[in-house]
């Protein structure tokens, strides 16, 4: 009897933080792993490659370059994936009051955060199987409803605004049997989660790669934490 092909995720930024993490669990679980970077310098990401031969393979994508998306979805026509998750997320002049924060890294910010995030989805989507799995890093954040403290105020409407625009692709595609995700991964120790956040991310990402198995052929989209708990829109 055949044995099962081995499952394939195209983890999109994961040169570092929550994205590198995420290509290592599923390394870790014998997945094979498709992995994006910016540019050409050889950093953590190559050197797990390194570690684990074929089954990482590496490839370039800048979010925001739509023909190096184009480029890279030609390179993977004609490959199967069983998750795709794009894992995107600048903090720009975050702690300014909307008021203050500039144009120009208000644009950067929903542009990286919002708008190349379902680029990706709705480019990418076609290589995914009807079985498999749809997942973008949102942000606790990213809860209109749950906003009672303020602060972070453009990223936060970026993330909300990724959510949003979620909730469309899945009204578009109402009838798809895909599992579609917005994740919130907790407060993560990263670059940008800061040295004072509650969760290390070997308490977050492995969890997020179970609630995310869990899920896996329960069609529509959820808003969930990385413990499985809904979190409100």
């Known amino acids: ?42 950093g ?9 031969g074929g089954r990482l393979e590496i490839e370039q994508l800048d979010i925001n370059s739509p023909a190096e998306l184009e480029a890279l979805h030609q390179r993977l026509i004609g490959r199967r994936l069983d998750l795709l998750f794009v894992n995107a997320g600048v903090a720009i002049e975050a702690e300014k009051p909307i008021g203050e924060v500039s144009t ?13 995030p379902m680029r990706v989805v ?36 970026s993330k909300a605004a990724l959510n949003t625009l979620m909730r469309c692709f899945a009204a578009r595609h109402a009838g798809d049997t895909r599992s579609l995700l917005l994740m919130a991964p907790g407060w993560v ?9 509650v969760l290390s991310v070997e308490e977050s990402i492995p969890r997020v790669v179970d609630v ?11 808003f969930l934490d990385y413990r499985g708990d809904t979190v409100p829109w």
Do not use: C
């Open 189 to 197: 120790r990263t670059d940008m989660g800061g040295p004072e956040a």
């Open 44 to 52: 953590q990401l190559h050197a797990l490659a390194a570690k684990v």
């Open 212 to 222: 995310i198995a869990a899920h896996a052929g329960h069609h529509g989209l959820r």
């Open 104 to 116: 120009d890294a208000f644009i950067d910010t929903m542009v990286t955060n919002a708008l190349s």
């Open 122 to 157: 709705e480019t990418l989507a076609p290589l995914v199987s009807a079985a498999g799995s749809i997942a973008a890093m949102s942000s606790g954040l990213g809860s209109v409803s749950g906003n009672v403290d303020g602060g972070w105020e453009a990223y936060r409407a």
């Open 1 to 42: 009897m055949a044995s099962a092909p081995t499952p394939t995720a195209l983890i999109v930024g994961a040169s570092r933080g929550l994205g590198l993490a995420l290509a290592e669990e599923y390394l870790k679980r014998g997945w094979q792993v498709i992995a994006t970077v910016r540019g050409h310098h050889p």
